[in-house]
């Protein structure tokens, strides 16, 4: 969530009208699923944070490529927007690097919390899920994670 | 999957050789420049690499580029050989020897197995190794079904010879001993005959096809976008939901190319918005990095004993108005650069200060050549200059001006960073100093009289 506006907070560098629609409407957005009731069935308990997730994974994401990729924006607002927090700083920092350019949560990368001591199974490149269903002559059973709901984030996929 | 013969072993040697004959050095100045190790030539552009080294290596560039992606295992240790740009060529491992096209006596078992192949799937192979974008898996299973494709024509082959061989025995007229190879092609080679050797062309036509049926898509996706003026500082997830209703929208099948289409559009039109910007700030002329600060310590009283600190607190309102912090920003690299000028002008008169410029233009002279030799040729821009001077007749702002776009025009950007030399004189004296230089050395009076006797605009001591 963006920081709310006080008197001491630095009005918006040059450009921000542009892309103001955008993140108005990407908060409107963030509004209407914190409205969405939760649902009853311990198993679809969490479904509701993934759309939080999600919502929150594509603004920061609109960031990014505004500024890494379109360079669209200058320097000054894109710090701007990362200190005003309408892009998460730390999930950028992972997308430049080599083999986290999809990474969909930070959570998903985090091994210390797991059972196996390894990262959430949606970090798995689709075709190795695959070729290791095949070997046990099985179905993949894996559709989202529990994290955030990824249905696989591997930067082959 | 390690075993799909991508081979890699290829190609380095040749990419070392291309960087060979040039080198590229830095001069201390930071300007990067180019040397030639043969003809002892330096230059400050990028050389041609093919072009500049000869009709002889112009063939080791072209293939200096070129690197294997795929090799496909025949008959008899021939492989062929699939490179990066599409070309293919087979390789002998057990004579370690590499052709172009295979002659019917040398391998006329694998020209047979080639024709054998099913040619669509070679394409596409082609295809990928020029860099047709497929998924993983696609690949993986090309290439094994023409393996196995390779396999059955190896077993095949080996019940056709053992047929062959009982006949030959029995001395049967109907089977000439000859008819051997020609048979296997008749057999297995069933379109191929039609148009022979003209697999080569025919794979790039068709690979030409697939590419310009992305370019078809593309242009008419970008016309999409225009039409229905989609937000280029907005993102797919939404934009998309405009165009969604579009017939055209549906022409491209995947997600994942329309959206980075649409990325591709949104980039091309924030750079050509950033192309005009560049345009209109070139007017304005940028001064150098220390350019305030300079005029600021020429400006100050300056005492034997003074220090950067008394220049900063003597000079407080001059700072603000110059907005030196956009310049430096960090007072730590003010303070030692004034420290530096200090040095400079409590141990030399004007008249040395002067001389010292004059040794620093000097000094740096290579890393402008070319920016002052055009601009001596312009004795009009110059002799204006001139007529700035003497200074009574000079306002501050022409001259500053003038300096600007002397520095402008020369690009000093890289000496004004490093050289406190560059600084040892007012913004007045330093355009004279720039001026005087350019038109003494431009002249044939440089030859004559020894550089830095020149005449001065104006007498050194008005007074």
Known sequence: MPRVKTRRTKPAPDGFDKIKPTLTDFELQLRDAQRDSTSKLAAKSSEQLWEILQIHHQRSRYVYTLYYKRKAISKDLYDWLVKEKYADKLLIAKWRKTGYEKLCCLRCIQKNETNNGSTCICRVPRAQLEHEAQKKDMQISFHECVHCGCRGCASTD | ?463
């Open chain 2, 1 to 463: 999957m390690s075993n799909r013969g991508r081979t890699t072993q290829f190609g380095s040697v040749e990419t070392m050789r291309r960087n060979g004959v040039w080198q590229e050095f830095k001069t201390p100045a930071g300007k990067r420049y180019f040397y030639n190790k043969d003809t002892k030539e330096s230059r400050w552009d990028k050389p041609d690499f093919k072009k500049a080294s000869g009709p002889q290596n112009s063939a080791k560039g072209a293939q200096a580029e070129r690197k294997p992606m795929f090799a496909l295992e025949l008959i008899d240790d021939w492989h062929l050989i699939i490179c990066n740009d599409g070309a293919k060529f087979y390789y002998n491992g057990e004579s370690n020897t590499s052709k172009y096209e295979i002659d019917e006596e040398g391998a006329g078992q694998c020209a047979a197995l080639i024709k054998s192949l099913d040619k669509e799937k070679l394409i596409l192979l082609i295809g990928i190794a020029r860099g047709y974008n497929v998924r993983e898996g696609d690949v993986d299973r090309i290439f094994e079904s023409l393996n196995e494709e390779i396999d059955l024509f190896k077993k095949n082959q080996v019940k056709v010879e053992k047929e062959d061989e009982p006949n030959e025995e029995a001395g049967d007229a109907e089977t000439p001993p000859q008819a051997n190879s020609a048979g296997l092609v008749s057999g297995y080679g069933s379109s191929s005959e039609e148009e022979p050797e003209n697999d080569d062309a025919g794979i790039i036509d068709d690979l030409n096809q697939i590419d310009s049926g992305d370019v078809n898509e593309r242009g008419l996706f970008f016309q999409l976008f225009d039409r229905y003026e989609l937000d280029k500082f907005s993102t797919w997830s939404l934009q998309c939901k405009k165009i969604e209703n579009d017939p055209d929208f549906y022409k491209i099948g995947d997600a994942a190319v329309r959206e980075s289409l649409f990325e591709e559009w949104c980039a091309s039109a924030s750079e050509s918005e950033d192309d005009t910007d560049a345009d209109a700030d070139a007017d304005v002329l940028e001064p150098t990095k220390f350019h305030y600060l300079a005029q600021i310590v020429a400006k100050a009283e300056i005492a034997p004993d003074c220090i950067p600190q008394d220049i900063r607190t003597q000079q407080k309102a001059l700072f603000k108005a110059y907005r030196v912090k956009e310049y430096v920003p960090s007072k730590r690299d003010q303070d030692r650069f004034v420290s530096q000028l200090l040095f400079y002008y409590k141990t030399f008169s004007l008249e040395q200060r002067r001389e010292i410029f004059q040794e620093c233009l000097r000094d740096h002279e290579r890393d402008f050549a070319c920016a002052v030799q055009l601009l001596r040729q312009d004795v009009g821009l110059i002799s204006r200059w001139q007529a700035l001077f003497p200074p009574a007749a000079a306002d501050g702002a022409s001259v500053e001006d003038a300096l600007l776009s002397i520095e402008h025009r020369c690009g000093v950007g890289a000496i004004a960073l490093t050289e406190p030399r560059y600084y040892v004189l007012g913004i007045l004296d330093k355009t004279a100093g720039w001026v005087r230089w350019l038109a003494a050395e431009g002249g044939p009076r440089s030859r004559v009289a020894p550089a830095g006797a020149g005449p001065w605009p104006w007498p050194i001591n008005p007074e």
